[in-house]
């Protein structure tokens, strides 16, 4: 499957109202097309051979579930989750550095 056709899919459903726009535009434009997929390519490129298959997709849920929820998150709750998944991706070593100094 194609990104066009995984985008079209996604359009389609109309889950994403606030990007409806931008989705449909990158559909009939080739132009838009290519921008949104560089995007793509550059938001996914974290996701490593390293990194299993069902890790990504529970990150890729985690993150969809975070757009969902509406209830309010505090700025602490949010930087300790994205140093979790920079964990996660390997991006931040697993040790804190207060607990290398030890």
Request: glycine residues 2%; negative net charge.
């Amino acid at each position: 499957q194609s990104f066009k056709d995984a985008l079209a899919e996604v359009c389609h459903l109309n889950r994403f109202p606030l990007h409806q726009h931008r989705m449909e535009r990158a559909l009939e434009f080739d132009e838009a097309m290519e921008e949104m997929e560089e995007e793509f390519r550059i938001c996914t490129a974290a996701i490593t051979p390293e990194v299993k298959e069902d890790k990504a997709r529970e990150l890729i849920a985690g993150a969809v579930k975070e757009l969902l929820d509406d209830t309010p998150k505090s700025y602490e709750q949010y930087i300790i989750k994205k140093m979790h998944i920079a964990r996660v991706v390997g991006i931040l070593p697993d040790k804190r550095i207060e607990d290398s100094q030890e």
